[in-house]
């Protein structure tokens, strides 16, 4: 089945403890994204790499890293994650937006993120 | 700031009743527009994309593109108590690298 995959669904954590979300797609998609969902604010977006060699920051990346090492994975790290970091986060993927043409982006299931 | 605004709603129709949903978008360099349906705590889920100005018809969907007038809508037609979700209007950058979301639009169809 074409997916993606997040994990963990839900974590409660402290701040300061470093913790990683990890992101996986199984459709060879070239695009991946994340995004944090906040009330009032819709989703905004932390990190995008449009393929192994490029990747860059979104609106909101502060306190966030990401890396991309093969195509499939794209893990979302927070060093010293602080309460602001509370959020619903999404990893998204999409074959190949290209220049001036998004293609249509596939979203994991969510991560569900509250730090202490 | 590259905006997509929607109006937050609730939208609030009868069964069986056509939903008009709309958005307007700042970036006119935008070529592609999405409305995704989400459901609570659950991830998006895309209903429609449109690319051209027009209407471009689904099923009881159809999405109408105006780049002159930089808006988007969604019409939902026979509206079932199902389709009670959020509705969030997106737009691709020029560049291609995100996509800008709407805070999205809350649809609530009564039985």
């Known amino acids: 089945e074409a997916q993606v995959t997040q994990n963990p669904r839900y974590l409660i954590t402290v701040t300061g403890k470093k913790l990683t979300v990890t992101c996986s797609q199984n459709?060879?998609?070239?695009?991946m994204s994340w995004y944090r969902q906040d009330p009032g604010l819709g989703l905004r977006q932390i990190y995008y790499?449009?393929?192994?060699?490029?990747?860059d920051k979104g609106d909101v990346p502060e306190g966030y890293k990401v890396s991309r090492k093969e195509k499939r994975n794209f893990p979302l790290i927070l060093e010293s994650p602080s309460p602001n970091q509370t959020s619903l986060y999404f990893c998204?993927?999409?074959?190949?937006?290209?220049?001036?043409?998004?293609?249509?982006?596939?979203f994991g299931p969510g991560t569900r993120l509250t730090v202490l | 700031q590259k905006e997509v605004e929607q109006n937050s709603g609730p939208l609030s129709v009868p069964e069986g009743a056509i939903a008009s949903l709309n958005c307007t978008y700042s970036?006119?360099?935008?070529?592609?527009f999405f409305w995704y349906r989400q459901y609570s705590g659950k991830s998006p889920e895309l209903i429609m994309s449109?690319?051209?100005?027009g209407d471009k018809e689904d099923g009881r969907f159809t999405a109408q593109l105006n780049k002159a007038s930089q808006y988007v809508s969604l019409l939902i037609r026979d509206s079932q108590p199902s389709d009670s979700a959020t509705y969030l209007c997106?737009?691709?950058?020029?560049?291609?690298?995100?996509?800008?979301f709407g805070k999205g639009t809350t649809l609530s169809v009564s039985s």
């Open positions: 998204a993927s999409s074959p190949n937006p290209g220049a001036g043409v998004a293609d249509t982006q596939y």
């Open positions: 459709m060879n998609h070239e695009y």
């Open positions: 790499s449009m393929n192994v060699e490029v990747t």
């Open positions: 970036d006119r360099g935008s070529q592609s």
């Open positions: 449109i690319y051209s100005n």
């Open positions: 997106a737009a691709a950058n020029q560049a291609g690298t995100a996509l800008i």
